[in-house]
């Protein structure tokens, strides 16, 4: 995914996206696919052997990264495979409260 494209990506959701950096060689990329799948929010996967430059952008310097990216900007992250308690924490401003 070139840059453009994520732009382009980006410009197709209405709020927060959560950029899964992955590479297909990550096992702990792995095991945090099912807890990003789980969660209410729109998630782009960037393989960080295609997309360096989009990596780069993000300031990511390791596998697995998930950034949360809203009205453009990286607004939270979540470093390396932590259970799902560290994903709802880091994004708790943006899920939808439960009833």
Not at 41 to 60: C, E, I, K
Not at 62 to 72: A, I, K, N, R, Y
Not at 86 to 96: K, N, S, V
Request: proline share 10%; aromatic share 8%; hydrophobic share 45%.
């Amino acid at each position: 995914m070139t840059g453009a494209e994520l732009d382009a990506r980006l410009a197709e959701e209405a709020g927060p996206v959560l950029l899964d950096f992955w590479a297909p060689w990550c096992k702990p990329c792995e095991a945090i696919e099912p807890i990003l799948e789980e969660l209410p929010l729109p998630v782009v996967r960037v393989n960080l052997d295609d997309s360096a430059d989009v990596a780069g952008r993000y300031g990511v310097l390791s596998l697995p990264t998930v950034v949360l990216v809203e009205d453009g900007e990286a607004r939270a992250e979540v470093l390396g495979a932590q259970p799902r308690s560290a994903f709802e924490r880091a994004f708790a401003r943006w899920l939808p409260s439960a009833p």
